[in-house]
C-alpha cells in the first residue's frame, strides 16, 4: 500500500508539471501541494482500512475453537442438531462433534453411568431436572450432580402431534375422535415408553381424557417406541393406525398432521439444554450453544416446526 502511496503521488507531480508554463509555478505548486495532501490523506484512510481487517481477520482466526465435542440431544433433533452441527464445524475446522440422538430418558441413564458427554440437550425438563443439583430435591431424587446449572436455558418449544399414514385409513381427525376410538377398543396407537419425553406427554393426553393406559395397552389399543423416532416410524409403516409424535418428526418424515394437542392437555414442550460438569472443553461446549441461538441455527431449527426460545 506504501508503494501505491509513492507511485501515486509521483504521478501526480508529473502531470501537474506537465502543463505548467515558467509564469505560473507558484499557481500550479500550491495546486500540486493540496493534490497531494489530498491523494495521502485518501490512502492512508485506505492503509488504516487494511491494517484494520488484518486485525480483525487474525482476531477471529484466534477464536476459532479446537478438540473433540460429545453432544447427547433427544431424537427428534436429529435431523436439525446434525446440520447445525456441520455448520459449527465449518466455521471451526479444528472441530470434531459426535452426536449421540436418542429418548431423553435413555441418554440421561447413560450419563449416569459414565458415558462421555459435554452438551445433554433434553426433549422434557424432568431429565435435565435428574441430573440437575439444583432442581426439587422430589425429582432429582438420587442427587446427581452432573449440570452446570449458570449454562442452562430453555432452548426450544415443540408441540405434540397426533399423525397419520399416508391416505389416513382410518378416518382418524382429531384427539378428541382418538379418545371415543380408544375407549371402544377400535383404534390402535404407537405411543412413547414411560420414560421418553413424547411417551409421557401422552400419557397426560389420556389421563386428561380419563383413559386408562394399562388397559388400553392389555385390550391391544397401544403399542410402544423406545424414542419418537420409532413411534414416528411406526406411522410412517402404517404398522398403526395412529402415533402421537412431535410436530417436527411427522415434519421431517412427511407424515399428515390431524391435530395438535393443547397446553392444557400435555403442558408445553420445552427443551431444556446445558453443558456438563463431566466435559473436558466447557469453553467449546458454550460456544457451540451459543451458536444453536444464533439467527442461521434457528433458521433451520424453524425450518421443521421449532420454535426458538433463545
Known amino acids: 500500500m506504501k508503494k501505491i502511496l509513492a507511485i501515486l503521488l509521483a504521478l501526480v507531480m508529473v502531470f501537474a508539471l506537465a502543463g505548467c508554463s515558467s509564469t505560473d509555478y507558484t499557481e500550479q505548486l500550491d495546486g500540486i ?3 497531494l495532501e489530498s491523494v495521502q490523506d485518501t490512502l492512508e484512510t485506505l492503509i488504516a482500512a487494511e491494517e484494520a481487517a488484518v486485525e480483525e481477520a487474525e482476531e477471529v482466526a484466534e477464536s476459532t475453537y479446537s478438540g473433540e465435542l460429545i453432544v ?15 455448520l459449527f464445524m465449518e466455521a471451526n475446522p479444528d472441530v470434531e462433534i459426535v452426536f ?10 447413560q450419563i449416569e453411568e459414565g458415558a462421555d458427554c459435554d452438551v445433554f440437550i433434553s426433549a422434557g425438563q424432568k431429565q435435565m431436572d435428574q441430573l440437575d443439583i439444583t432442581a426439587d430435591e422430589s425429582v432429582n431424587t438420587d442427587g446427581l450432580d452432573f449440570v452446570i446449572s449458570e449454562t442452562r436455558f430453555d432452548i426450544l418449544e415443540n408441540k405434540v402431534t397426533l399423525a397419520v399414514p399416508e391416505g389416513n385409513p382410518a378416518g382418524i381427525e382429531s384427539f ?5 376410538l380408544l375407549a371402544a377398543g377400535d383404534v390402535f396407537l404407537a405411543m412413547g415408553n414411560e420414560d421418553v419425553p413424547v411417551g409421557q406427554y401422552t400419557q397426560l393426553i389420556l389421563e386428561y381424557y380419563g383413559l386408562d393406559e394399562e388397559e388400553l395397552a392389555s385390550n391391544g389399543c397401544i403399542t410402544y417406541g423406545s424414542n419418537v423416532k420409532e413411534v414416528t416410524t411406526q ?6 393406525d395412529c402415533g402421537i409424535i412431535y410436530a417436527t418428526d411427522a415434519y421431517s418424515a412427511g407424515l399428515t398432521v390431524v391435530d395438535s394437542a393443547t397446553a392444557e392437555m ?3 414442550v420445552i427443551y431444556p439444554a446445558a453443558v456438563l460438569n463431566i466435559t473436558s472443553n466447557q469453553e467449546l461446549a458454550e ?5 444453536c441461538t444464533s439467527d442461521e441455527a434457528s433458521a433451520i431449527l424453524e425450518s421443521v416446526g421449532f420454535t426458538p426460545l433463545a
Open 235 to 240: 406411522v410412517s409403516e402404517a404398522t398403526v
Open 100 to 109: 449421540n440422538f436418542d429418548s431423553s430418558g435413555t441418554l440421561k441413564t
Open 266 to 268: 400435555c403442558g408445553q
Open 72 to 86: 447427547f440431544a433427544a431424537a427428534s433433533m436429529t435431523e436439525t442438531l446434525t446440520e447445525i452441527g456441520d
Open 176 to 180: 378428541d375422535q382418538l379418545a371415543e
Open 33 to 35: 501541494a493540496d493534490s
Open 287 to 291: 460456544a457451540f450453544l451459543e451458536f
